[in-house]
């Protein structure tokens, strides 16, 4: 495959990665809806910060860490799925009257919450467990040309940033944001029903490959 071919490739299926729904898309549009546009795009770079821990983890050889050691992959997923499952759970315990009666916005989340909240999210996101050890290795590992290194850490981070940011802006809008608050509480139930599924078919997957 062409130096050119390569980065097109990877470049598609990084981004058709980030955009598919998985709990990074909750959280941050979650985050910008209740909190506002700096509390969402602090929580990108969160998510942004997880991504170049990702990429490290991949191009300094630690993915044959878990080969070796599948347990220490399979604490990882389980310490995620629970992380994932507290978010839902906080989520769905939201009482009714006050999601939906509560203002929007008035209480943002300092940077520093805001960027370990998108972290966490992004270590512990099951699609980034897979997506790195599995399918970002497909293009580029220890070893392979600097350029494409630098190449592959450039693209996971512009899609990351390009498309997150775009949901916490978007998510940001008064419009949007007035819309959300005539539904906020089913909205939240949802969001939480979905997040708890996600850690729970975490740790499912973990116990069963275990087994």
């Known amino acids: 495959m062409s130096p050119l071919s390569l980065f097109v490739s990877l470049l598609a299926v990084d981004l058709l990665a980030v955009i598919s729904p998985g709990p990074a898309f909750v959280m941050v549009s979650q985050t910008s809806v209740r909190h506002g546009a700096r509390s969402g795009i602090a929580a990108v770079f969160g998510i942004i910060v997880s991504v170049w821990i990702w990429c490290l983890v991949v191009l300094s050889g630690l993915t044959i860490l878990f080969q070796i050691a599948p347990w220490l992959y399979g604490a990882m997923k389980l310490a995620g799925g629970a992380y994932l499952i507290y978010l839902g759970l906080n989520l769905l315990r939201a009482r009714a009257d006050v999601s939906a009666s ?9 940077a520093r919450k805001g960027t370990m909240k998108g972290l966490l999210v992004g270590l512990t996101n099951p699609k980034a ?7 970002f290795t497909l293009f580029v590992k220890p070893g392979s040309p600097v350029w494409l290194q630098a190449a592959a850490v450039g ?9 997150y940011g775009l949901v916490g802006v978007l998510f940001s809008h008064s419009a949007v944001r007035r ?7 089913w909205i939240e139930r949802a969001a939480g029903a979905v997040m708890v599924a996600f850690g729970a078919r975490l740790i499912l997957v ?3 490959r275990n087994s």
């Open 102 to 110: 509560a203002p929007l916005g008035e209480t943002e989340l300092s």
């Open 129 to 135: 467990v897979v997506y790195f050890s599995s399918i």
């Open 155 to 163: 693209i996971a981070t512009f899609d990351t940033l390009v498309w």
């Open 179 to 185: 819309v959300y608050g005539r539904v906020r509480h």
């Open 206 to 208: 973990s116990r069963l």
